[in-house]
Structures are given as structure tokens and as C-alpha cells.
């Protein structure tokens, strides 16, 4: 069973940037396909990034297209995600999650997909 941890979240003015992390333990990392999820009170949680195994595919939500980048350190056990250009709408708890995936090249896009989660760090972006 994987046990997730995010770091990095705070607060940024618009068109700033950070860097997220989510440390894994309790399991081999590199037999997960890991997901970054981000959620507001009362709405639905809204995918973000996911990366496979063996970080040879990725997938981005529409929203963080060409501002976003997901990655991997298998060798490191963390999982990340550099967020460039941020927006207020970009304001979220940022949640980390992992499903194991028998193919090194699957993703997972829907939070359901997804057994483990993170406990979450919060993103405010001002204007």
C-alpha cells in the first residue's frame, strides 16, 4: 500500500511559478502510475497530470496544457509537479495519487482509477 505525501504548495502571486513534490513510500514506487488531482470546496476534484511508470507517457486536464509539467524520480520515490504561469483559477488543495499499472506505459486520467491518495497541500494564486 503506497502512503503519499505532497509538499511545496504556498502561496504565489499571478505568473509565478512552484514546484510540488509527493514522496511515496510503502511500496515500490516504480510500479505505480502516479496522478496529480486538485480540488476547491464544493466542486469536483479536476484532473491535473498524470505520468506512467516509466514516465514515457503523460497527460495533462486542458486547464494546465503548456504550463504544467509532470514528473517522476523512481530512483528518488517522488513524484512532481512545476507549475509555470499561474493563475488565480489555479487556486486548489493539490492532491498526489498512485494506481498500481501492470503496463510501464499506462496513465490513469479519472480519479476513480485511483486507490492511494495524498493528504494534500494547498495552492493559492493572487492577482
Known amino acids: 500500500q503506497a502512503h503519499l505525501v505532497e509538499s511545496g504548495g504556498g502561496a504565489v502571486q499571478a505568473g509565478g511559478s512552484l514546484r510540488l513534490s509527493c514522496a511515496a513510500s510503502?511500496?515500490?514506487?516504480?510500479?505505480?502510475?502516479m496522478g496529480w488531482f486538485r480540488q476547491n470546496p464544493g466542486k469536483e476534484r479536476e484532473f491535473v497530470a498524470s505520468i506512467s511508470r516509466n514516465s514515457g507517457s503523460t497527460s495533462y486536464g486542458d486547464s494546465v496544457k503548456d504550463r504544467f509539467t509532470i514528473s517522476r524520480d523512481n530512483a528518488e520515490n517522488t513524484l512532481y509537479l512545476q507549475m509555470n504561469s499561474l493563475k488565480p483559477e489555479d487556486t486548489a488543495v493539490y492532491y498526489c495519487?498512485?494506481?498500481?499499472?501492470?503496463?510501464?506505459?499506462?496513465?490513469?486520467?479519472?480519479?476513480?482509477?485511483?486507490?492511494?491518495w495524498g493528504q494534500g497541500t494547498q495552492v493559492t494564486v493572487s492577482s
Open positions: 510503502g511500496h515500490t514506487f516504480s510500479t505505480y502510475a
Open positions: 495519487a498512485a494506481a498500481v499499472a501492470s503496463n510501464p506505459f499506462s496513465y490513469y486520467t479519472r480519479d476513480r482509477q485511483y486507490p492511494y
